[in-house]
Nanobody
């Protein structure tokens, strides 16, 4: 069965950078479009970014364009989220997910990781 495991989260100060990783096991990463979502305390899970099967196309929520970059290395069965110039409002649990197509809606994703906590505070 496909499993997704996020890593790379932690406590950082405003302006710092983090690189999150999502390792795919029990399947081949290139078979799936991948997405990153995040959920802040008391709020709904929201779309962050998605990437197609080969990494040739990406999509981002407008508010994060220019700061966050999604990428993938199918040879390593891994998807990444590079987060730069982090702000306190970026604090959330970040989840990776796998889908048949690079949907923006979380309802399109079949497999989910358990999430990794990102806290941005001074």
């Amino acid at each position: 069965q496909v499993q997704l495991v996020e890593s790379g989260g932690g406590l950082v100060q405003p302006g710092d950078s983090l690189r999150l990783s999502c390792a795919v096991s029990g399947g081949t990463a290139s078979n799936y479009a991948m997405g990153w979502f995040r959920q802040a305390p008391g709020k709904e899970r929201e779309f962050v970014a998605t990437i197609n099967w080969t990494g040739s196309t990406t999509d981002y929520v407008d508010s994060l364009k220019g700061r966050f970059t999604i990428s993938r290395d199918n040879a390593k069965n891994t998807v990444y989220l590079q987060m730069n110039s982090l702000k306190p409002e970026d604090t959330a649990v970040y989840y990776c997910a796998a889908a048949s197509f690079p949907f923006r809606s979380l309802k399109g994703y079949t497999y989910w990781g358990q999430g990794t906590q990102v806290t941005v505070s001074s």
